[in-house]
């Protein structure tokens, strides 16, 4: 296992403050944060104050047990993959969801430059509509 790879790992496998803690401390001052086109948060993001914010925070505040749970992680030099599913139910209708996804970072001088998010985003929106 490389550097890179471990720096990604302790991002996702620890609990939700302590993965939280783990990202904030290896996100670059100017990294990019690049959500999926169709997921409730789409956009990039630039730097942690505006990832936290635009992402994290609303993940915490808008979902109940919302986590992503990786079965894969790849690695090739700078740039490590994650792959697994995300589980949450929404707040403003109580549905749950399940969607695959995968997370692509770049990794320089120690730090995460980038990430940009593939999810299967239907399954994301369905729990957000209210029937």
């Known amino acids: 296992m490389g550097a890179n790879l471990d720096l990604i790992r302790a991002t996702y496998e620890g ?3 302590e ?3 783990n990202l904030l401390a290896a996100l670059a001052a100017d990294a990019t944060w690049t959500e999926a086109e169709g997921f409730p948060y ?8 505006a990832i936290v914010a635009g992402v994290f925070r609303r993940l915490g505040t808008e979902w109940i047990g919302y986590r992503a749970e990786v079965h894969t992680f790849m690695e090739d030099g700078d740039r490590v993959a994650a792959f697994g ?8 209708t109580g549905k749950s969801m399940t969607a695959s996804f995968a997370h692509l970072y770049e990794v320089r001088g120690g730090k995460i430059a980038s990430m ?6 239907q399954m994301v929106s369905q729990a957000l509509r209210a029937d």
């Open 116 to 121: 940009v998010q593939y999810v299967d985003s």
């Open 19 to 21: 993965n939280g803690r």
């Open 85 to 92: 599913i995300y589980h949450g139910t929404y707040k403003g």
């Open 42 to 49: 789409a956009g990039t993001y630039v730097g942690p104050d």
């Open 15 to 17: 609990s939700s403050e």
